[in-house]
């Protein structure tokens, strides 16, 4: 079985352990449908899943296929979120925890296809003797998947900074606490400081492809 088909296998796999362990509910309007759970089953899926988008990472085709069913579910999960009151997909009590699902698998989606659509340039030493590699935009779309996974995981980390340095300083011992508040503040304020990150890495790699075809066509 070549590797497209056995990572498509094992997140079908994944999915069927989430409906066997009660993780999919179409009818659960009390919001207490966690009860229904098999945690086990729900924990054994997660192999299969991480199983699934290792094996398909080394072949670019297999990426792509795995990329596109994770974004037709990623549609799905949103799908039956917005017309489905029941609809449960693993989230417990809160429906932010299936906006954060449905986020992740987006997100892993699109790494995924990025990876697909540009993989990785062949070596130097596997081209054919006199072929040079011509300089070019590069593989923008994988760059622009690396910006948002590190851009979200700079703001998680502030969030969580931020919520930590308000609680020890500004938190009365009793009484209401804002540091949650405080550390999106937090990281909202990163989001332009991570922007301006990108655009000094995209002027500085803008530059050296300049450099580079500069090079080429002196030569």
């Known amino acids: ?22 993780f999919v509910q179409f ?4 919001g207490f449908g966690a009860e229904q759970w098999i945690l086990p089953l729900g ?42 009151d029941g609809f449960r997909f693993i989230w417990n009590r809160s429906e932010g925890e299936l906006a954060l699902l449905e986020f992740a ?10 990876n697909g659509v540009q993989p990785a340039p062949a070596d130097a030493t596997a081209m054919e003797p006199g072929v040079t590699q011509q300089p070019g935009p590069g593989r923008w779309l994988v760059r622009t998947a690396a910006y948002l ?9 502030v969030i969580k900074a931020g919520a930590d340095y308000y609680a020890r300083t500004e938190c009365p011992e009793e009484g209401d606490c ?3 508040i405080a550390g999106f503040v937090w990281g909202a304020l990163a989001v332009p400081v991570c922007g301006l990150a990108v655009l000094v890495i ?14 080429v066509g002196g030569g």
Do not use: Q, Y
């Open 105 to 114: 698998t987006g997100l892993v989606a699109f790494v995924l296809i990025a």
């Open 27 to 30: 009818d659960d309007t009390s």
């Open 43 to 84: 924990g054994l899926a997660f192999v299969p899943a991480l199983a699934s988008v290792v094996t398909a990472w080394p072949d670019p085709k297999a990426r792509l296929w795995l990329g596109n069913v994770l974004a037709g579910l990623t549609g799905l999960l949103i799908w039956g979120s917005i017309s489905d």
């Open 1 to 22: 079985m070549s590797r497209r088909s056995i990572s498509l296998l094992l997140l079908a796999v994944a999915l069927g352990l989430l409906v066997a362990g009660g």
């Open 178 to 180: 804002l540091a949650p």
């Open 202 to 215: 995209e002027i500085v790699l803008w530059r050296r492809r300049r450099r580079n075809t500069a090079e």
């Open 149 to 157: 996974c590190g851009t979200i995981f700079v703001v998680l980390v």
